[in-house]
């Protein structure tokens, strides 16, 4: 599987604006701002790529879940359960 993203790309300094309220109660807890960020952007990253791909995907998808309602699942003759 194809990562997300590249792991060892080097760090750059972004600013960004954030609600003030939120920052203080962040830093007040020792929150790690920049590893926070990250983790919330390649969930987000992540979450994105999977919608694409089921849109993408949407017509085969359908069709196959029709071809199983019509004939069944490869091997269904040999399930034991």
């Not at 003030?20 to 919330?40: F, G, P, V, Y």
């Not at 992540?46 to 085969?60: F, I, L, M, T």
């Amino acid at each position: 599987m194809e990562p997300l993203f590249d792991l060892r790309a080097p760090k750059k300094p972004t600013n960004l604006s954030l609600n003030s309220d939120l920052l203080e109660k962040c830093r007040a807890m020792n929150i790690n701002l920049s590893a926070t960020l990250e983790q919330a952007l390649a969930e987000r990253l992540a979450k994105s790529r999977a919608d694409n791909w089921a849109a993408e995907n949407k017509k085969a998808i359908r069709a196959y879940n029709e071809f199983v309602e019509e004939n069944g699942c490869f091997g269904d003759e040999y399930k034991e359960f």
